[in-house]
């Protein structure tokens, strides 16, 4: 479990006034100097965090990227263990973090329609309360060029069965495929987020 790692956190502190904690380690496993985060932070190294090696999410969802000020490509992390970097991602492009923001899940309910075209014209497929691991297998063959997002917290994936670069999905409008931080207009699976603070465990984790 969690608490058995050497790290600042209780299970008084986890049970604490923060709906948001997540610890970073610098080497593997949980190994090395360590840095706690309770809210935003736009640069690591300005922090002091060398280097990103494992993560243990106390309280989350959060959002992580590869760049300073929340830019690059995204990972999302929800309460868990993260031992090293490929337990995060699959894209294998990157295995740099700089910025880390908590994600804001404030509805019980989930409604997403992605369509094949910018400003949300085109073939579309809406997703209600749903987790779908291939747009293939419901019949949708198409790009994902712009997203609606009418309730809910989401997080698309480049190719089925929730693999390759990740994309969060806020409640909000993307009209096209840079707004929501892809450089193709690929989306082939996606999933709710629907981790608080009062689950024991998160609800997903990516296979290796």
Not at 3 to 13: F, G, M
Not at 29 to 40: K, M, S, V
Not at 71 to 98: H, L
Request: with cysteine; charged share 25%.
């Amino acid at each position: 479990m969690a608490t058995d790692h050497q790290n600042p956190a209780t299970k008084q502190q986890q049970s604490g006034a923060s709906a948001f904690k997540l610890v970073i380690f610098e080497q593997e496993n949980f190994q090395g100097r360590c840095h706690e985060l309770t809210g935003p932070s736009n640069n690591l190294q300005e922090a002091g965090v060398e280097k990103v090696g494992s993560i243990l999410v106390l309280c989350g969802p959060w959002v992580a990227y590869e760049q300073p000020e929340c830019k690059g490509e995204q990972f999302v992390f929800e309460k868990g263990e993260y031992p090293r970097w490929d337990s995060w991602t699959n894209s294998r492009r990157s295995d740099c973090i700089f910025s880390f923001r908590p994600i804001k899940v404030d509805s019980q309910e989930h409604k997403i329609v992605l369509y094949e075209s910018p400003s949300f014209t085109g073939k579309k497929i809406e997703i209600i309360d749903d987790d779908v691991p291939s747009f293939h297998a419901h019949g949708y063959q198409e790009k994902v060029s712009s997203v609606r997002v009418q309730s809910g917290t989401w997080v698309g994936y480049q190719y089925p069965g929730y693999r390759g670069f990740q994309y969060l999905f806020e409640k909000g409008e993307y009209k096209e495929c840079t707004e929501f931080g892809a450089e193709a207009p690929q989306i082939q699976s996606v999933r709710r987020i629907r981790d608080m603070q009062w689950h024991q465990r998160g609800t997903f984790h990516p296979s290796n």
